[in-house]
T-cell receptor, first 112, second 110 residues
Framework: GEDVEQSLFLSVREGDSSVINCTYT??????LYWYKQEPGAGLQLLTY?????DMKQDQRLTVLLNKKDKHLSLRIADTQTGDSAIYFC????????????FGRGTSLIVHP | NAGVTQTPKFRVLKTGQSMTLLCAQD?????MYWYRQDPGMGLRLIHY???????AKGEVPDGYNVSRLKKQNFLLGLESAAPSQTSVYFC?????????FGAGTRLSVL
């Protein structure tokens, strides 16, 4: 199976909260990331969390990590149409060649 | 500060033609990477480099070659393009904590 799994699509109404979920399999993952990709653009780092943390908040973004269940989520409060994009979850171990493993991405569609 | 710059942004090739994609970063990063992105497949690592003069194979290296003659540049070559190499190619570099991506090169092989 895949190392990092995400659902492919999420549709929300503007102003609602969005929650994008991700599961991973490697218990030795040290860093867990969320990237955003807008149409026609490259990936942009949104936020990351260390494996010894269980929550990180940055303005409208909240990342929750359940290390026991190997589950990561990204909550976007007050979702706007500009948040429509593909969101990638990624994990990697410390050291080595710093190569993350990416999920396939979740397409977030925000409608009025 | 330009970050990671990829050239060209778009290219159309005929089967069998060759080309080189250029990636340049101005952040003095040691590590650089080439990925391809295909619909529904996420990102797949082609080759990477852990420093000037070094290269290593990633998940899908066949049909591609790379060179890292200068620390700031990472080149991806296609010697004989095939339709299966139609994709969007992304270059990335890293501080060691997180990766910074270029805007991508959209390549079509007819």
């Amino acid at each position: 199976g895949e190392d990092v799994e995400q659902s492919l699509f999420l549709s929300v109404r503007e102003g609602d909260s969005s929650v994008i979920n991700c599961t991973y399999t490697d218990s030795s993952s040290t860093y867990l990331y969320w990237y955003k990709q807008e149409p026609g653009a490259g990936l942009q780092l949104l936020t990351y969390i260390f494996s010894n943390m269980d929550m990180k908040q940055d303005q409208r973004l909240t990342v929750l990590l359940n290390k026991k269940d190997k589950h990561l989520s990204l909550r976007i409060a007050d979702t706007q149409t500009g948040d429509s994009a593909i969101y990638f979850c990624a994990e990697r171990k410390s050291g080595g060649s710093y190569i993350p493993t990416f999920g396939r991405g979740t397409s977030l569609i925000v409608h009025p | 500060n330009a970050g990671v710059t990829q050239t060209p942004k778009f290219r159309v090739l005929k089967t069998g033609q060759s080309m080189t994609l250029l990636c340049a970063q101005d952040m003095n990063h040691e590590y650089m990477y080439w990925y391809r992105q295909d619909p529904g497949m996420g990102l797949r690592l082609i080759h990477y480099s852990v420093g000037e003069g070094t290269t290593a194979k990633g998940e899908v290296p066949d049909g591609y070659n790379v060179s890292r003659l200068k620390k700031q540049n990472f080149l991806l070559g296609l010697e004989s393009a095939a339709p299966s190499q139609t994709s969007v190619y992304f270059c990335a570099s890293t501080t060691g904590t997180s990766q910074y991506f270029g805007a991508g090169t959209r390549l079509s092989v007819l």
